[in-house]
C-alpha cells in the first residue's frame, strides 16, 4: 500500500462484548503503525466488526458491509475488511455472496487483522482457515486477557472489561453458544491488572461485561469467585465504579448479592435479563423459573440494595405465546417496576432448538406486543422518575448534549452508558469526566433534568 502508514476506519455493531473485541483489533492495528479516522470515506481501510446474533442484527451488518463497498469504490479506500460473529457463524456463505470483502476474520483470528489491513497474504479466497468448515468457522475459543493489545473507543473515563466468553446454557431461542463457544473465565489476578491499566489511563468507571456475568469462574471448579472478583476490583485506586452486566437468574446467589451490595465501588445496578415470566414459556425456552421466582429474587436484591436500579431483557412472540401467557408477563412487568427494560421480538434462528418449531405467533402480533409492553414500562418508569424530582444525586458528566451546547449529558450510577436513560444538564458547568452534584428539577422522558448545585 502506497500509504507507510494506512488510514483505518472502524465500524463496530452489537453489543458491549463485541466492541471490546473491536479496540483489541484496534490495538493490534495501532501498534502495527496503522493511523485512523472517524470518517470510513477518508480511510484507506475499512473494517467491519459485525453482529450475528438474530436477524435485524444481521440485516444491519450486511448493509453495512454494502455500504463501506460503496466507500471503497468512490473513496480513498483500497481494502475492505469485516469480522466478527457472523463472520465465524456464516463465514463461507459470506464469502461466497461478498465479493466486495478483501479479507474475513473470525473471532480467533483478532490479530490478523493487521496483515489483512497491510494486504499481507489475506485475501478472502487465500484465508485457508474459512476452509475448515463448509458454512461456518464453529464454535470459537479465543479469549483476550490483559497482555492483548487494545485501544480504547469508549471516553477516557469508562471502560468495558470482559471477565469472560462464550456460554453453556442451552436457551432454545439463542445461537450464541454455536459460534462464541463455551463458557471460558479470565483469571480474576488477570481481570485485576487490566483494571489497575486501565485506571491508570484514566477510566473511574469499570462495566463488566460477560454472556452471563454470574457464572464467572464456574468453568474453573469454583462456585463463588465474582464476589471475589469485585472485592479485587473494589480495591483498584482511581476507579469510583464497578458495574456488573448481564447477570442470569438461575447462577445468582446470596453470596454474590451480599457482595455486590457491600462493597462500596459496585454501583447499585442490577443488569439480569430474564425473557419471560410464564413458567410455560420460560420451559419452551429452556430457561426454567417462573415469574413469582423472578420478584422472590428481585426481592432480595431490592432487600440488599434499597437503591439499585433493576434492568432486564424480555422476548415476546415466542413460538407459541398465547395470550394468557403474554398477559402473565404484562402483569409481572406490572408488580416488578424494572428502571429499565428491553424488550425485544423473537427472531426464528437456526441452529437454535426453537428452530424446530412453528414460528407460529405472526409478525404484527409480535409487534403489537412489544408495544404494549413498553407502553407499561414507560409508564412505570415516569412513574419512578418523577419521585425523584427534588432529590440531589451524583452526575458523571460526559460532555455536551449532541444537539446543542446549551446542555450538558451525564448519568446516575444507575445508569449504564448506552442503553438507559441520562441526566439532561441545563444549569451549570462542570468538567467532563467527573462527578458533579445535581438537583433533579424535571422529568423529559426516559431522560431527568437537573441543575448542578456543588
Given at each position: ?52 446474533f438474530i436477524g435485524p442484527a444481521r440485516e444491519e451488518s450486511i ?227 417462573s415469574g413469582q421466582g423472578h420478584l422472590r429474587l428481585l426481592a ?155
Open positions: 500500500m502506497s500509504n507507510p502508514r494506512p488510514r483505518v476506519g472502524m465500524i463496530s455493531l452489537g453489543c458491549a462484548k463485541n466492541l471490546v473485541d473491536t479496540e483489541v483489533m484496534l490495538g493490534h492495528l495501532g501498534a502495527a503503525g496503522c493511523d485512523f479516522v472517524d470518517d470510513p470515506g477518508q480511510a484507506d481501510v475499512i473494517v467491519v466488526n459485525t453482529c450475528g448493509r453495512t458491509i454494502l455500504e463501506a463497498a460503496e466507500l471503497k469504490k468512490s473513496g480513498s479506500a483500497k481494502r475492505l475488511l469485516v469480522a466478527g460473529c457472523m463472520v465465524q457463524r456464516y463465514a463461507a456463505e459470506m464469502r461466497e455472496s461478498l465479493p466486495e470483502v478483501d479479507a474475513f476474520i473470525g473471532l480467533d483470528e483478532l490479530a490478523q487483522v493487521t496483515s489483512a489491513a497491510l494486504g499481507e497474504g489475506a485475501r478472502a479466497n487465500e484465508m485457508d482457515s474459512l476452509a475448515i468448515a463448509p458454512t461456518s468457522l464453529g464454535p470459537s475459543t479465543y479469549l483476550y486477557n490483559q497482555e492483548a493489545p487494545r485501544r480504547r473507543s469508549t471516553p477516557w473515563w469508562t471502560a468495558y472489561v470482559k471477565i469472560a466468553e462464550g456460554c453453556d446454557h442451552t436457551c432454545s431461542f439463542c445461537p450464541i453458544p454455536n459460534f462464541r463457544g463455551a463458557f471460558r473465565s479470565r483469571p480474576v489476578a488477570d481481570i485485576v491488572v487490566e483494571a489497575r491499566n486501565l485506571a491508570a489511563a484514566g477510566a473511574i468507571e469499570l462495566n463488566l461485561v460477560a454472556q452471563d456475568s454470574s457464572h464467572y469462574g464456574r468453568d474453573r471448579g469454583a462456585s463463588e469467585v465474582l464476589p471475589t472478583l469485585l472485592a479485587g476490583l473494589n480495591g483498584v485506586d482511581g476507579i469510583e465504579w464497578l458495574r456488573v452486566h448481564y447477570l442470569y437468574p438461575n447462577t445468582v446467589s446470596d453470596a454474590l448479592i451480599d457482595a455486590m451490595a457491600r462493597l462500596e465501588k459496585v454501583v447499585p445496578y442490577v443488569d439480569m435479563p430474564l425473557q419471560h415470566a410464564h413458567p410455560a414459556m420460560l420451559k419452551r425456552m429452556r430457561r426454567g423459573g432480595k436484591f431490592r432487600a440488599a440494595m434499597p437503591a439499585a436500579a433493576l434492568r432486564t431483557t424480555l422476548i415476546v412472540g415466542f413460538p407459541g405465546e398465547t395470550e394468557e401467557e403474554f398477559a402473565a408477563l404484562l402483569e409481572f412487568v406490572q408488580a416488578a417496576r424494572f428502571d429499565h427494560l428491553g424488550a425485544f421480538t423473537y427472531s426464528h434462528e437456526e441452529g437454535t432448538t426453537a428452530y424446530e418449531l412453528a414460528d407460529d405467533v405472526p409478525e404484527e402480533l409480535k409487534q403489537e406486543r412489544r408495544e404494549r409492553l413498553m407502553e407499561l414500562q414507560q409508564s412505570l418508569v415516569l412513574d419512578k422518575l418523577e419521585e425523584r424530582v427534588g432529590e440531589e444525586v451524583e452526575v458523571l458528566v460526559e460532555g455536551e448534549h449532541p444537539e446543542t451546547e446549551l446542555l450538558l449529558v451525564g448519568r446516575l450510577a444507575t445508569q449504564a452508558p448506552d442503553v438507559d436513560g441520562q441526566v439532561l444538564i441545563n444549569d451549570g458547568i462542570a468538567d467532563v469526566g467527573r462527578m458533579a452534584r445535581v438537583e433533579i428539577t424535571e422529568v423529559a422522558g426516559y431522560d431527568l433534568v437537573g441543575r448542578i448545585v456543588a
